[in-house]
């Protein structure tokens, strides 16, 4: 029942990249309509929100963690966001989701639609 689908997950060496897709599912959402998001969870941990992008894609964040190596963007016209992660590190293990929220940015609202989640595991 995922209204998010992720892709491009799996597992790469420190210091290596990997690029994260989210699509709607099934015609539930409109991706275009919503601000998007990024969150992580690894075991243990509590989740983070890692990336965030408006409506029109004019506002961005960014986690102090990953500034400078992760970016956040969105392609309206095909109904995606993506997340490009570079110099990955083991601490950017965890399962990455894909949320849209509930308005058209990504402050002072909820996540209404999640992803199922996909893995990113770095070796070291």
């Known amino acids: 029942q995922a209204q998010l689908v992720e892709s491009g997950g799996g597992l790469a060496q420190a210091g290596g990249s990997l690029r994260l897709s989210c699509a709607a599912s099934?015609?539930?959402?409109?991706?275009?309509?919503?601000?998007m998001g990024w969150f992580r969870q690894a075991p243990g941990k509590e989740r983070e929100f890692v990336a965030g992008?408006?409506?029109?894609?004019?506002?961005?964040y960014v986690l102090d963690s990953v500034k400078g190596r992760f970016a956040i963007s969105r392609d309206d016209y095909n109904d995606m966001v993506f997340l490009q992660m570079d110099n990955l590190s083991p601490a950017d293990t965890a399962v990455y989701f894909c949320a849209a929220f509930d308005g058209y940015y990504y402050t002072n609202t909820e996540v209404r639609y999640w992803g199922q989640g996909t893995q990113v595991t770095v070796s070291s």
């Open positions: 099934g015609g539930a959402l409109s991706v275009s309509d919503h601000a």
């Open positions: 992008i408006s409506w029109a894609g004019g506002a961005q």
